[in-house]
């Protein structure tokens, strides 16, 4: 079986961890091949994500020839029509940007919904999609989360509250700003790994120094944030919209609750009576994840099984 994952770019966010996710699994099955095919250039911004997904399948740039393949997951968000890629079956993944490209998909592609949002939207255009959730590599998590020291210290008893995402406004700084505000009393410091890519980025960041102060501890991006969100007491993901928040599932594999804004996807993660939405007063709960969650991701790899092979 040869796989082919196609996008144009693959930076440094979700998308392109959950297909390196995925690509791993499936690199592990016998007689399967796995390309990554991409168009963008090399810089040293890409240069570590592909190198990255180089460990789980072989990274060739669009360019340099014509290919042939099995199946086609095609993770793009504009791109459909791919002349240099010849397919037996097509899958639609990401599937949040076929609502605007509708007319574009290819008759007899399965279609593949992070959530019942997208599966909602998609169907309401007359598109039928399948749910399955993003696989994860829950023992590589487990393994990573305990590979290093954070470089991070808090007094004993403060609680840390952590966002792993880029430095951004769609993230939902503001947000955390006045969660934290909202929080002046308690022993508490919130934790931030992510990255700035803009000048207008760079205020933001300024912005939660200026008005956090020493509450607010940011560490850039880090290559691993497993032992981070060890670390952590609560994950907090305030962004305004997300695809499929992978940082949430992380969390969860790794027994960590998580503080949701209300995005659209965000029903599709939360758990009851173990995570929190964002408004909720943040009580004191004993109760563990749920141990059906890891049978939960397997089943997920399966049902991306089933629709590979079939």
């Given at each position: 079986m040869k796989i082919i994952f196609y996008s144009p770019a693959f930076y440094t966010g979700g998308m392109e961890n959950a297909v390196y996710n995925l690509a791993g699994l499936l690199s592990k099955e016998p007689d399967t091949e796995i390309l990554i095919v991409y168009e963008q250039a090399r810089t040293e911004k890409t240069e570590k994500m592909l190198n990255k997904l180089n460990t789980v399948g072989k990274v060739v740039a669009s360019f340099e020839k014509k290919f042939e393949c099995d199946v086609l997951i095609n993770c793009s968000r504009k791109e459909f029509d791919l002349p240099f890629i010849k397919t037996k079956r097509t899958i639609h993944w990401f599937s949040s940007c076929l609502v605007r490209n509708q007319n574009r998909i290819q008759i007899g592609s399965k279609i593949i919904s992070q959530s019942r949002w997208h599966?909602?939207?998609?169907?309401?255009?007359?598109?039928?999609?399948?749910?399955?959730?993003?696989?994860?590599?829950?023992?590589?998590?487990?393994?990573?989360?305990?590979e290093e020291r954070v470089s991070f210290q808090v007094p004993?008893?403060?609680?840390?509250?952590?966002?792993?995402?880029?430095?951004?406004?769609?993230?939902?700084?503001?947000?955390?700003?006045?969660?934290?505000?909202?929080?002046?009393?308690?022993?508490?410091?919130?934790?931030?790994?992510?990255?700035?890519?803009?000048?207008?980025?760079?205020?933001?960041?300024?912005?939660?120094?200026?008005?956090?102060?020493?509450?607010?501890?940011?560490?850039?991006?880090?290559?691993?944030?497993?032992?981070?969100?060890?670390?952590?007491?609560?994950?907090?993901?305030f962004s305004d919209h997300e695809i499929y928040g992978l940082v949430s599932e992380e969390a969860h594999i790794l027994g960590k609750r998580v503080i949701f804004n209300h995005y659209e996807t965000a029903r599709d993660q939360f758990i009851e009576g173990f995570d929190y939405w964002i408004e909720e007063p943040i009580v004191e709960r004993k109760n563990e994840i749920p141990k059906k969650y890891e049978e939960q991701n397997e089943t997920r790899y399966q049902?991306?099984?089933k629709v590979i092979w079939a």
């Open positions: 599966q909602e939207e998609l169907h309401k255009i007359g598109i039928n999609s399948h749910i399955i959730g993003n696989p994860l590599n829950v023992k590589q998590i487990k393994k990573k989360a305990d004993e008893g403060c609680r840390v509250y952590l966002i792993v995402a880029r430095i951004s406004g769609e993230k939902g700084f503001q947000r955390a700003i006045e969660f934290m505000q909202l929080r002046k009393t308690e022993n508490s410091k919130l934790v931030i790994i992510g990255e700035v890519t803009s000048d207008y980025n760079e205020s933001i960041r300024q912005g939660i120094i200026r008005l956090l102060g020493n509450r607010a501890i940011l560490l850039g991006e880090k290559d691993n944030p497993y032992p981070y969100i060890k670390k952590a007491d609560f994950i907090c993901c049902e991306w099984k």
